[in-house]
């Protein structure tokens, strides 16, 4: 009796288990999303994005561009051409850039895009100065449309007009903000954004409220198919436009493409791994150790990413000492840039060089070696302490060696400088230390001050700092390196402490102050002007050369853009360092979008 | 009837501290996040500044501001300036008094990183997937492990020995901690469960035995990272709460009288609950927020992460719609413990009743 209640007991708990066990489903997938015909990508979104209107502020897919909407042209950052995309070409004139669009670029609707869209979109950022679109008009008088007989359109006409110019500004010409809009803006319908805002009496805020998350007329080859909390996902619009116009008849190879909406970069790391997701821009810290999970990276060595940007320390010239160039040069000798590299940001980095122009990739024409040698800063902890001896000042060591405090010229102690950086930022944070403790090493009286992320942006903004982490204009546009040294150096806009300053946010270079540099003004307005390579290259020689002198900043690493890895394990042919037909974006992000109709599903 | 019923003059008094209660606490959610010199409009501006001009940049902030309500507006509905031109921002004194005018018409205000999303719309889509979580693995929970707890003090012996050192260990171990543990090795590792998710990537949620299927999987490991700790948890305090009752009379006389195992259990069981029910209710009312790290961890849909990441962006109203459903939550929970103990512990009836 007891061994039968005894047996029918074990043979229950066996049952249970083997129920858990048969939970298990066994294929992870239902009706919803087939995994060979769908594109898993992350990275790029982080939580439910609020509204799909094009002029709020929409995330992923719309914030990246091409795939809902789509911009006039693509930047290839590799080969540094445009592509065409709703434009078929362009053109730089002397007072004006032209633009032709293709005649087969349709709205999802079957309305075709007209150059009346192009102008009706910049337009928009004449009458709503909050538009990202908006400060472009200080380097536009006007935007019109031109039909094919050459003839200004006029509004109303039965013909689809195709041209347009947009007349620069001649006071502050430059073409190069021109070209970063055109392959930056996306192109929005006309036809029912000026009806919808109409209705609203033209209030911005009012519009915004729209969230155009159904059936939102776009041009793009995808379109929105459904937004939660959990991921975004949308589907192939088998009747875009592009497919027979821009790629001979063929179609994007994934039906659906899904970005998860996980909450930490671990996840996005684990997925990956997992063969989860296909493609990630997050931070995947040691890539080369997860290779025989079928992870890639760029490149499959050191060091695995484009580098496109220069994460940096901002110093605040308007707080004493930090306006003395001894002591900005002995900091920068003093940081041990190779330490960075290696151990803050996993060996993602190309060896630092002097100046604030890439020793590689397109930018390595107008990079000087020879500048570089004789004006530059690298580690080199003697010469650091040779700098802070001519500026006067006496570090103070304790006994054991470690810094007690840093005299001035009067013999008077330096107040501690400290180094501002966002909190749980790690990569950041283990940048800062390196850079702190190199700085001690010296003499130099820096300590790191981690602080809340909001409190970090006003911080940045109003100049409440001595030294700060911070990124100048990251993407690579067709503007590069011009808007790296112009966010870093230009004195237009000039605002004192306490009052927001969006670019050369360290306040070098007072145009109102004794010392005052007028030659990096102008070359920052001649470079843009400049067509001639040998010009170009020596205006941009003499403005590095200048930033090495003044060492305004603190260059410290180099940074992709975006991060990219993917895994091989669903889709294959996917863009690399080895087979780089485009450059490092996953798709729906600027010219990324077009690997769609190259990548193939890998059979079982 | 006041004097005939001691409970419910019980349940009054308690009530009216209750309110007092209340009213202090939404007042501290209010001013607390906003005390900081963090700004809402700081963090979405760093977003969407890039490659501003000053004059760009202000007027987008200005009308961010503006539309969170943050800064005075004149009768044209232009943004206010001081003498510095800068705008002037809505004294948090107004602003309190308009939040308590919205809430007691139910409004939450929307969000500010989610702009134009309500508070409401985001609490409601989070708020299923954290009860699913945290409501079944508490109950069942609290259920198997005052049941292993009771069963510990009567039996003693190897069980008790095996049992007591399991149950320590589980419940000292920091929830986080082990959640990662359980990722690591269940999920990594061996993959035998997903690592990361609510459901399966390829799905989105409907009524399809597939998608219970999905979810269910899913559920495994986010459940028992929750579930060993509150078994442990219980387990112990019902352990010493029984060995307690087990030196009492009446279960030596009903184990002299020869009375059933299971029956003397029963009887020790529900003595020794009443404290372990205080605790039931209170890990219901603040399971809220204490889901957060399981959410985290798992990447699991849910309310935890919406308040984390308000928290993170100074998403005042946000952060204020959440913390007023945990303020209610803890103190319904409280009160019904309250009314519940009034009701049923002869104590207190016969405190209330002078006798």
């Known amino acids: ?604 | 009837m006041l004097k005939t019923s001691p409970a419910i003059k019980h349940i009054i008094g308690r009530a009216g501290w209750y309110v007092v209660t209340f009213f202090v606490a939404i007042t501290i959610n209010f001013f607390l996040p906003r005390l900081g010199d963090a700004n809402p409009v700081d963090t979405i501006m760093a977003k969407v500044s890039t490659g501003l001009d000053s004059a760009s940049a202000k007027a987008k902030e200005e009308a961010y501001l503006k539309e969170f309500d943050l800064v005075e507006v004149d009768a044209a509905g232009n943004v206010r300036h001081d003498a510095q031109g800068k705008p002037v921002r809505t004294s948090l004194g107004r602003q309190f008094v308009n939040y308590l005018g919205m809430s007691l018409r139910g409004d939450l205000g929307s969000s500010i990183l989610q702009h134009p999303k309500r508070v409401t719309e985001i609490i409601a889509a989070a708020l299923p997937w954290t009860l699913a979580l945290q409501l079944p693995t508490i109950i069942v929970g609290w259920l198997v492990g005052n049941g292993l707890g009771a069963l510990a003090a009567y039996k003693r012996g190897v069980f008790d020995r095996v049992m007591y050192p399991l149950a320590l260990l589980a419940s000292a171990i920091p929830a986080f901690c082990f959640g990662m543990l359980l990722v690591y090795v269940f999920g990594i590792r061996l993959e035998w469960f997903p690592a990361v998710g609510g459901y399966g990537d390829g799905l989105t949620p409907e009524v399809s035995w597939a998608f219970f299927q999905s979810a269910s999987y899913y559920y495994v490991l986010p459940f028992l990272s929750v579930f060993l700790i509150v078994v442990g948890g219980q387990a112990i305090g019902m352990r010493s709460m029984c060995i307690y009752e087990l030196g009492t009379d009446y279960v030596k006389y009903a184990k002299l009288l020869g009375v059933k195992e299971s029956k003397i259990l029963f009887y020790m069981f529900r003595n020794a609950m009443l404290p372990q029910l205080t605790g039931l209710a209170l890990a219901l009312g603040s399971m809220v927020s204490g889901a957060l790290v399981t959410e985290m961890i798992f990447s699991y849909p849910g309310l935890g992460m919406a308040v984390l990441t308000a928290i993170q962006g100074s998403d005042y109203p946000l952060i204020t719609g959440c913390t007023l459903l945990v303020t209610t939550c803890v103190l319904l929970a409280n009160f019904g413990v309250d009314v519940l103990v009034g009701f049923f512990d002869p104590r207190i009836r016969a405190q209330r009743a002078g006798k």
């Open chain 1, 1 to 604: 009796m007891t061994l039968g209640k005894r047996a029918t007991r074990a043979l229950a708990i066996s049952l249970a288990l083997l129920g858990v066990a048969n939970c298990r489903p066994k294929k992870d997938e239902g009706s919803g999303f087939p995994r060979a015909e769908t594109f898993y990508l992350g990275g790029r979104q982080w939580g439910e994005p609020s509204t799909f209107n094009p002029l709020g502020t929409p995330g992923w897919p719309i914030s990246t561009m091409n795939l809902l909407y789509e911009t006039l042209l693509m930047y290839n950052s590799i080969s540094g051409q445009m592509q065409p995309l709703l434009a078929e070409s362009y053109a730089v004139h002397d007072d004006s850039v032209e633009v032709t669009l293709n005649p087969a670029a349709r709205w999802n609707d079957g309305q075709p895009v007209t150059a009346w869209d192009v102008t009706f979109t910049f337009e928009l950022g004449k009458s709503y100065k909050s538009l990202n679109i908006a400060p472009i008009w200080q380097y536009l008088v006007d935007v019109r449309a031109y039909g094919e007989d050459g003839r200004e359109a006029q509004p109303g006409a039965s013909e689809h007009p195709r041209r347009v110019v947009f007349r620069l500004n001649l006071a502050k010409k430059n073409p190069l903000v021109v070209l970063d809009a055109l392959q930056a803006q996306i192109i929005v319908p006309r036809h029912v954004i000026e009806p919808l805002l109409a209705e609203r009496g033209n209030n911005l805020d009012e519009f915004k409220k729209l969230k155009f998350d159904e059936s939102a007329v776009s041009s793009g080859p995808y379109r929105l198919l459904s937004s939660s909390s959990e991921k975004i996902a949308v589907l192939r619009d088998d009747g875009y436009w592009g497919n027979q116009a821009l790629h001979g008849g063929k179609r994007p190879a994934p039906k659906y493409i899904v970005h998860p909406l996980y909450k930490s970069n671990d996840a996005f790391s684990v997925a990956l791994r997992q063969g989860r997701l296909d493609i990630s821009t997050s931070f995947v810290p040691r890539i080369w150790l997860k290779a025989n999970k079928g992870v890639r990276s760029w490149l499959d060595r050191e060091p695995y990413f484009l580098s496109t940007s220069i994460p940096m320390l901002l110093v605040n010239h308007k707080r004493a000492p930090l306006m003395d160039v001894h002591l900005r040069r002995a900091m920068a000798f003093a940081i041990n840039y190779k330490d960075i590299r290696e151990l803050a940001v996993s060996g993602y980095s190309e060896p630092l060089r002097p100046g604030v122009i890439l020793p590689f990739g397109l930018e390595q024409r107008f990079f000087s070696e020879e500048d570089a040698n004789r004006y530059g800063t690298w580690f080199a902890p003697e010469r650091a302490r040779a700098e802070l001896k001519a500026g006067g000042y006496t570090p103070v060591f304790g006994p054991d060696g470690e810094l007690l405090e840093t005299r001035d010229r009067a013999g008077k102690k330096l107040a501690t400088l400290y180094v501002k950086s966002p909190t749980g930022w790690t990569d950041w944070e283990s940048i800062v230390r390196i850079a702190v403790k190199s700085m001690r090493a010296v003499g130099i009286d820096a300590r790191e001050r981690f602080v809340d992320t909001s409190s970090f942006w006003n911080a940045l903004y109003e100049g409440d700092f001595d030294l700060i982490m911070h990124t100048p204009s990251t993407q690579p546009s067709p503007s590069k390196p011009w808007s790296r040294f112009e966010a870093l150096l230009t004195s237009q806009d000039f605002a004192p402490l306490g009052q927001r300053m969006y670019k050369n946010i360290g306040r070098f270079n007072d145009p109102k102050a004794p010392g005052y540099l007028p030659r990096i003004d102008e070359l920052l307005a001649q470079i843009p002007t400049l067509t001639d390579e040998a010009a170009r290259l020596a205006s941009y020689r003499e403005l590095n050369v200048l930033f090495m002198q003044e060492q305004p900043d603190l260059p410290l690493v180099y940074r992709p853009d975006t991060f990219y890895e993917f895994s091989i394990k669903h889709w294959a042919n996917l863009p690399s360092g080895a087979n780089p037909y485009l450059p490092p974006l996953i798709p729906g992000d600027r010219l990324g979008t077009n690997m769609l109709w190259a990548i193939e599903p890998v059979a079982n």
